[in-house]
């Protein structure tokens, strides 16, 4: 028979089985932190911001370049800047007073002074 007694493993056993124990709950606290964490907040934020501020120039662009109407009923246009620019210049260079008197007229055609406010009520109490 053996002589030697056998050496003692149950302390090797508890240290791997603890050791094994947290590298598990380490890995599934990982695992669930990864998968419950939320998407950053505006991810797509740039990406929406971009086409937004794309379309917002091309259409600019386009106000500024192609003449248009903005109001048929008050028979409001937009022009070009050259030409806009140029049709004040004829207009000012021949008579500069009948050209400011004309562009009064039109800004307060563009834009109608608000109507004035209704008056007060008085209160049943007084």
């Known amino acids: 028979m053996n002589s030697q007694p056998e050496p003692n493993r149950a302390p090797l056993v508890y240290t791997i089985?603890?050791?094994?124990?947290?590298?598990?709950?380490?890995?599934?606290?990982?695992?669930?932190?990864?998968?419950?964490?939320?998407?950053?907040?505006?991810?797509?934020?740039?990406?929406?911001?971009?086409?937004?501020?794309?379309?917002?120039?091309?259409?600019?662009?386009?106000?500024?370049?192609t003449p248009g109407w903005l109001d048929p009923t008050k028979g409001l246009v937009r022009l070009r800047i050259e030409d806009a620019m140029s049709m004040i210049e004829r207009e000012w260079g021949q008579n500069p007073a009948a050209g400011r008197s004309n562009l009064i007229a039109r800004a307060e055609k563009a834009n109608p002074p608000p109507p004035p406010k209704a008056p007060e009520k008085p209160s049943q109490y007084e």
Do not use: C, M, N
Request: hydrophobic share 55%.
């Open 17 to 65: 089985g603890i050791l094994g124990s947290f590298l598990i709950v380490a890995v599934l606290g990982w695992a669930i932190h990864r998968y419950t964490q939320p998407a950053p907040l505006g991810e797509d934020r740039a990406a929406v911001r971009a086409k937004a501020l794309a379309e917002l120039r091309a259409a600019e662009a386009e106000a500024l370049s």
